[in-house]
Each structure stands twice: as structure tokens, then as C-alpha cells.
């Protein structure tokens, strides 16, 4: 049989089917109550298995090529859940240094009270996770490409390092999204998502996911019933409207993100543009081999001149917001912003400077894009 394509996958797996009136697309079950007797499952919001709530987990699953997922109410449900349920007092874990800034909270928050311990790798190449490895260790958690900096990761010598010391391996996927990037297909065991970036897509939807083989969702999900992230069924009908346009919203925010991209590398007010599709990039090489798209998400330094909170107050179309991954292009100050919660040694360490603005392309008309941002670049020196 033929293999099914992601844009077939995304509008037709894992829809509600409407037997009552045949309507054409998923009706919603607000139903938080459901006949126990005579039923093969015993239905509820909080276990996970209301209509919408199934029926997107499928969807979600196929498009990450994973066995199965379980949806949440937020990323860092689905983060949450899968790291605690993975780990046990005395265990150690190897985290990428650049991981999102809620999710390094947690960690560095919460561990110590479970006596679980960890590592943050000086980077992101396979040295670095080697070296961090100890007796205990249990796991390996990426991301890639990575906030805000878009440093690139090589999945499959991370999955093949993990494997060789039966360690398991866990990636944040939300950057790429699952159009750009399938980390199952390097070996990767469980893909989380924060679904309020480009599977919501239009910045109204929090969400969460996980993707992987049955085995660990079962235990993943064994958690997530008593942690009680539950997603609304309300929102779990959105997100599968959502994802419906999901491979060609991507693609738009990829070429966006790409012609921004080379316009800003020759500009003569920005010193430099990390964005995996430049040559330029550092990681270029591997991103090419494991990357259908490079992303919506693109990050620029100012000039020394250049005032970054002027240039975010004087930009028209693009809005200065903390999210990113709508259709709707967005710009983001990381220091005041997205990594306030760091220390400046941590945000050094990550190579987070004063004059790094984020951009989340959108998919409005790249030429309005590319005037609204060289307007704002021209009108925000600094008066000296
Ligand atoms: C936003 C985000 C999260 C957290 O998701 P929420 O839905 O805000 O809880 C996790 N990882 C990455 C990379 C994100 O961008």
C-alpha cells in the first residue's frame, strides 16, 4: 500500500465521525459524563478519552509517525509528564543547554524534591552530551531546533549515543513541528510538543502533546491522569481544525522565514541572522539532513546603534508578543521576555545578548514583512 502524506494525514486521521446527521466535519462531545455499563471504555476528560480528546491523539500520533500520544492542556503538561514519568528518585538526566526557558524552570525548580539530578550539556554537539553521561543516567531530553538561538542538534547520533548506554531519548519538537521534522524517524523515542505553537497556529489554543510507542505513552499516561493536565474539549476540536491546515501554513511560514532570512543577512543594521537554512549556519549541514523546512523561527542581532526595544515599539505589522508560531508574524525580546527567568550567567551561557530580537515569520505578504522591519531598523537608531 502507499504510504499516506502528511497533508492527508493532517485532514482526514482522526476525525469524530457524525453518524446522527453526517455533517461533514467533527462534531464536539462536551459530555464530561458518559455510560459506564455495557461500554468498552470507561469515558472521561481527565483519563483522556472523550471523543475530541481520542480523535486528535490519533491525528497527533500518525503525523509524528508515532504508535500513539495523548494530548494536554499545555506544553509543559505534556513536558511534565513525560519527564516525571520517566524518572525516579536517584536517577540522572542530560539536558541540551538551550532548552525552553519553562522547561528549564521546572528542572532546576522541582527535581531536587524528587531526588532526581541532572546535567546541562556546554552545547550541542554529541561531545558535550557525552560528557555529561554518569552511571545513573536514564535519559537524554533535546531540542531543535533551539529558543531563540536555532542551534541545530544531530538527532539520530543523539538517538544512536542513547542507545548504545540504553538510555532513552526525549525531544521538544514545537520549534520544527512535525511538517519540518519527525524525530522518530532518527531514532528519537518520545516527541513532546507544545501544541499552542504550530499545531494551534493561530494563537488560541494552550496544548500540549506526546508522541511515542505505546509502551511509554501508557506511562506517561498513567501520570497525566493524576497530574490532571486535561485539555478542554472545546480545544481539542480546535486543534483539530487547526492542524487540518498545518503543512501549508509551515511551508508559507518556512519560505517567509528563509526570504527574511537572506533580506536580513545583507542588511546593513543587523550583524547577524541564526537561521538553520543560511550556509552560513554553523549546523546548516545537518539541519539539511534532518529537516524537511528550516522553520518559521529566525533570530537577529542589531547593531550596536540600533535600539531593540525602539525597534519592537516602532514595527506596524509585526506584533511584539511572548508566543510565537502563529499565522501571524511575531517578534520577541529574549532578555526582557521569553529568558527573564534566567540569570545573566545562564543567558550568557547561552549566547542570548542584549541586541538578539526573535522573529516568528507569520504568513502575510513577505514584501510587507521585509518593509515593515527595515522601517523599524531605519527609525530606531540610537539618538548618540
Ligand atoms: C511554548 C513552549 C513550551 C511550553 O508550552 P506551553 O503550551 O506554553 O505550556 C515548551 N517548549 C517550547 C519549545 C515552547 O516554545
Not at 225 to 232: M, P, Q
Not at 290 to 309: K, T
Not at 333 to 338: Q, V
Amino acid at each position: 500500500m502507499n504510504e499516506i502524506k502528511i497533508e492527508t494525514i493532517c485532514l482526514h486521521e482522526g476525525a469524530v465521525t457524525d453518524k446522527q446527521y453526517k455533517g461533514a466535519i467533527s462534531p464536539i462531545y462536551m459530555s464530561t459524563a458518559y455510560q459506564f455499563n455495557d461500554v468498552e471504555k470507561k469515558r472521561y476528560p481527565r483519563y483522556i478519552n472523550t471523543p475530541n480528546q481520542q480523535c486528535v491523539s490519533e491525528k497527533i500520533a500518525a503525523i509524528e509517525k508515532g504508535e500513539a500520544a495523548i494530548i494536554f492542556g499545555s506544553g509543559m503538561a505534556a513536558v511534565s509528564a513525560s519527564l516525571l514519568s520517566h524518572l525516579s528518585s536517584g536517577d540522572h538526566v542530560v539536558f541540551y543547554n538551550d532548552i525552553y526557558g519553562g522547561t528549564r524552570n521546572f528542572v532546576k525548580k522541582e527535581f531536587k524534591r524528587y531526588g532526581i539530578s541532572y546535567s546541562f550539556s556546554s552545547g550541542p554537539n554529541l561531545e558535550d552530551f557525552k560528557a555529561c553521561i554518569k552511571e545513573n543516567t536514564k535519559g537524554i531530553y533535546i531540542e531543535t531546533p533551539s529558543n531563540p538561538l536555532l542551534k541545530i542538534v544531530d538527532m539520530e547520533a543523539i538517538s544512536k549515543l542513547a542507545k548504545s548506554k540504553n538510555l532513552w531519548t526525549m525531544i521538544d519538537n514545537t520549534f520544527a513541528s512535525p511538517v519540518n521534522q519527525n524525530p522518530i524517524d532518527f531514532g528519537i523515542d518520545i516527541v513532546i510538543h507544545s501544541a499552542t505553537k504550530y499545531l494551534g497556529g493561530h494563537s488560541d489554543i494552550s496544548a500540549g502533546a506526546v508522541i511515542s510507542t505505546k509502551n511509554r505513552i501508557e506511562k506517561v499516561y498513567e501520570l497525566a491522569k493524576s497530574l490532571g493536565g486535561t485539555l478542554s474539549e472545546f480545544s481539542a476540536w480546535l486543534l483539530e481544525r487547526s492542524i487540518k491546515t498545518l503543512p501549508i501554513r509551515v511551508r508559507q511560514q518556512n519560505e517567509n522565514a528563509m526570504e527574511l532570512a537572506n533580506f536580513l543577512n545583507e542588511h546593513s543594521l543587523i550583524s547577524k541572522v541564526h537561521y538553520p537554512g543560511l550556509k552560513s549556519h554553523e549546523n546548516h549541514k545537518i539541519a539539511m539532513k534532518q529537516m524537511n523546512g528550516f522553520g518559521g523561527m529566525l533570530s537577529i542581532e542589531l547593531n550596536s546603534n540600533v535600539n531593540p526595544e525602539f525597534f519592537l515599539k516602532n514595527l506596524k505589522i509585526i506584533k511584539p508578543v511572548m508566543s510565537l508560531a502563529g499565522i501571524e508574524s511575531t517578534a520577541n525580546y529574549p532578555k526582557s521576555t521569553s529568558h527573564f527567568s534566567l540569570t545573566d550567567e545562564e543567558r550568557k551561557s547561552q549566547g542570548i545578548s542584549e541586541k538578539l530580537i526573535r522573529l516568528s515569520a507569520g504568513i502575510e505578504s513577505v514584501t510587507d514583512l521585509k518593509n515593515d522591519i527595515n522601517n523599524s531598523l531605519k527609525i530606531s537608531l540610537d539618538e548618540n
